[in-house]
């Protein structure tokens, strides 16, 4: 029996409601909360149960913990946008209420997302004997929980991991983003990162590419990008070696990109447009299609997953998990194209494994750090069922990259 507030009336803020009401035994009461009410009202007709709604203003900490201390909810669940993840964790400390997020604090003018800034509350949670529970989306979440599921049951070493993510969808447009378009946009378009021998290699964006080919899709050419979740990991999987991760894009939306960005339309620096000051990035994403919409024409399939190398009983191991989701499936199902679906599902499971004390501890926490098993086992009750296979280990699947490409050079 627990109240959940959700922080976020977006494409994510949707599905999370959406999971909660249907896991009625953990969350008896939920608020959904956003900047703008009508998104929250429409999300609140589109669910059987009843669900409250109220506006909030999560840049402000103080507005935040007064709905908190109104609602009295046992977690909070923030899926508005990276920006107010500092905000909502004091009024959280304020509050002393538990915290969740799928997204680490960047900060609104400058392009740089890491986890040092919400690590450093660590002590403060501990102090007030609350939790924050962060990145708890699919990548960075699930994939985590995969690599401690891996570090677990699969290896006695783990050696290399990469992190493969395909969306292998159509949604119909010339050029959507299938999340937040600015916090999207910013991600792919600085400079590639990955994580080899104790060392942070950097390279140009998107210079780094090959084809992979993904169960149930098929070969797609996959980006070598940094992702948040290289950070922690690099940190928490014991002894690993390198960690890479890689993101299918189709030739039409790169070329569109290349095109915004030489314009100057990705820049997050305001410039002056008829007297007053506007953030280029900020009109793209007011003009480009709303991601929450994409569902309606939405059909393909999207795979996200690791592929891990390491060493078993003395013997070399190459272990593939991961999980296909249909888009049209996801509409159908909460009227949300997968990559919301494949963020807010496991949201709502750690909120649930937070509120029911199954994951406990206080303090700021990233999911490789709790047991990856009842997490694992409700991916598959709650929509997101997951595969598993050894592949050949003396098989290198990014041998081509290996040959053209020597970061060292
Ligand atoms: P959207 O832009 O669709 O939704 C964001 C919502 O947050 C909007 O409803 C917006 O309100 C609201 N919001 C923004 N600022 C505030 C504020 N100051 N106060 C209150 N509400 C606010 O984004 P998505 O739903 O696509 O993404 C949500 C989060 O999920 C993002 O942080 C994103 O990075 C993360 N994510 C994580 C993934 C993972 O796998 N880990 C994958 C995909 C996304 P308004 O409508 O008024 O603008």
């Known amino acids: 029996m627990s109240t959940v507030l959700i922080i976020g009336a977006g494409g994510v803020g949707n599905v999370v409601a959406h999971k909660c009401?249907?896991?009625?035994?953990?969350?008896?009461?939920?608020?959904?909360?956003?900047?703008?009410?009508?998104?929250?009202e429409k999300i609140q007709k589109s669910i059987s149960r009843p669900i409250e709604i109220a506006q909030v203003d999560a840049d402000d900490?103080?507005?935040?913990?007064?709905l908190i201390?109104?609602?009295?909810?046992?977690?909070?669940?923030?899926?508005?946008?990276?920006?107010?993840?500092?905000?909502?964790?004091?009024?959280?400390?304020?509050?002393?209420v538990n915290y969740l997020d799928t997204a680490n604090y960047e900060p609104p003018d400058e392009a740089r997302f890491c986890y040092k800034w919400q690590w450093d509350y660590q002590d403060r949670f501990r102090a007030k004997g609350i939790m924050a529970l962060l990145g708890c989306g699919f990548d960075p979440g699930v994939t985590n929980v995969f690599c401690a599921h891996a570090q677990k049951h699969k290896f006695d070493d783990i050696h290399t991991i990469d992190i493969l993510d395909c969306n292998a969808g159509s949604h119909g447009h010339p050029f959507a983003t299938n999340f937040n378009p600015e916090i999207n946009i910013r991600e792919i378009t600085q400079r590639g990162k990955y994580f080899e021998n104790g060392k942070w290699i950097e390279i140009?964006?998107?210079?780094?590419?090959?084809?992979?080919?993904?169960?149930?899709?098929?070969?797609?050419?996959?980006?070598l990008l940094y992702h948040e979740e290289l950070e922690s990991l690099s940190k928490n999987i014991r002894g690993v070696r390198r960690i890479r991760?890689?993101?299918?894009?189709?030739?039409?939306?790169?070329?569109?990109?290349?095109?915004l960005e030489n314009v100057g339309m990705t820049r997050i620096d305001p410039v002056l447009y008829e007297g007053r000051e506007i953030v280029p990035l900020k009109f793209l994403k007011a003009?480009?299609?709303?991601?929450g919409s994409l569902g309606v024409t939405y059909s393909g399939k999207t795979n996200i997953g690791c592929l891990i190398n390491g060493i078993r009983d003395g013997k070399k191991r190459q272990y593939y998990v991961y999980n296909v989701c249909d888009h049209a499936e996801c509409f159908r199902e909460v009227g949300a194209q997968a990559i919301s679906y494949t963020t807010g599902v496991p949201a709502m499971i750690g909120a649930m494994m937070v509120t029911t004390g199954v994951w406990r501890g206080t303090g700021v926490f990233n999911v490789e750090e709790f047991d990856p098993d009842p997490f694992m086992e409700k991916l598959s009750q709650y929509g997101l069922p997951w595969h598993e296979q050894d592949l050949d280990p003396e098989k290198d699947y990014f041998a081509k990259i290996a040959d053209a490409f020597n970061p060292l050079d």
């Open 21 to 40: 009401a249907q896991a009625k035994e953990v969350f008896t009461r939920i608020c959904l909360a956003s900047r703008t009410l009508d998104k929250c």
């Open 61 to 66: 900490p103080r507005q935040t913990a007064g």
């Open 69 to 96: 201390r109104s609602v009295r909810p046992d977690i909070v669940i923030n899926v508005a946008l990276p920006y107010q993840d500092l905000a909502i964790m004091d009024a959280c400390l304020e509050t002393k």
């Open 204 to 223: 140009d964006p998107m210079s780094v590419h090959l084809p992979f080919d993904y169960p149930r899709i098929g070969p797609k050419e996959s980006y």
């Open 245 to 259: 991760f890689w993101m299918t894009f189709g030739q039409e939306y790169l070329t569109h990109l290349r095109v």
């Open 287 to 291: 003009v480009l299609p709303d991601p």
